[in-house]
């Protein structure tokens, strides 16, 4: 009995299928792309706990990294902290996270009530802060030879335009994303969020825990879909990025952190009002390339000049000297070897990203920047590696295939 005959591919014919298929797909994406868009965030949103872990991970893994060499250190000289690799990992981990929770327990302990009870002292005695405010403001006008003069009904027009409802009510409207929103919906939207958290705080840890493993993997899918060149070349601008988002958010942590507790000290010694507010801004806008340190002055100044103007001009003047000696002593020694992004480019990342998904921009901008600078510079420096060009501050020049300079152009 004769086998029978097996069909034979047409290649033509099968890559003309291929190619209407291609299309009727392609068409169908043009003309429904809103739909294609929302059902591809849809599915992409499913994941939305492995970002917020990735996340986590990624800004946990700092400190937990600090603890590893830490232990390692120490274990060379005591045996006790002579670690197996995994009894560290999982010790740097719990250390990790003790760490942050004694920072969340002493500030919601004693900074937040202090925090509080400065707020509502504030609003409790606007009337009064109206007036020497009002004072200080006609005081500053006759200083310099100014034709304006501020009533106490002024600023209290100026209070009464910051409505607190129309703040209260927006901050909801973000929240909940709908202005007819039920009290259910909202606790709905809570318990989601608690949950997402929850979940992806659980994740994280099992990230790093097992971190090298997923590297690992990480590294195979790359190679897998991008060969091996490529793939290296991802890799190395990830590390880049990775160096310099790590270094801006370690030198930044710490820079802030002292700055602060120099501010409050400060605060405390000359017995100025608010010194836990006035320090908590110091910390917060720290993080602000540039313009932090003014922000903190101005705000600084508005409630010294509130609640005591006599003191206004020793405030300025112990703000303006603590923080050029914080920027010029405390700052090289410290934060000075961390090497991270311009300040400048970080807040051109702030703004851009900031204005382009909002919150989430804001808080995204400073790891963007970080990858498409590493990326922007490897291959700037790259490119003008092989064309030879050498460039510095001072001149411009040629260099031969050993990267020796032959001639200066500039």
Partial sequence: MSEPKRKRINPRKDQFLFYIIFAIIFAYIVFHLNNVLDWLLSVASLATPLYIALVIAFLLNIPMRGFEHLFDRLGKKIKLFNFKK????????FSTLAVFVLIIVLFTSII?????DSISMIFSNLNDYAV???NWLNKMTRTFHLKKTYTTSDVNN???SVNLNTILSTL????TSDDNASTASVVNSISGTT????TAFFMAVYLLFNKEKHITQFRKVLCYFFGADRAVQILEIC???SHYFNSFITGQVLEATVFMTEIYIMTKLFHFPFAELIAVCAFLFSFIPMFGSFLTLCIGTVLVAAADSKDIFLFIVLFVITQQFEGNVVYP???????GISGLYVLIGITFFGNLWGIFGVVAGVPITALLYATLSRLINISLYRRGIYVTREHIAKTDEDGNKTSNLI
Avoid: H, Q, S
């Fill in 333 to 339: 020694r410290i934060v000075g070897k961390k090497v």
């Fill in 112 to 116: 937040v009530p202090r925090i509080g």
């Fill in 86 to 93: 995994d009894t560290k990992r999982v010790v740097a981990i």
């Fill in 132 to 134: 020497r405010l009002a």
């Fill in 195 to 198: 949950v997402t958290t929850i």
């Fill in 239 to 241: 590390e880049e990025g």
């Fill in 158 to 160: 100026f209070f009464d």
């Fill in 172 to 175: 909801g409207n973000f929240v």
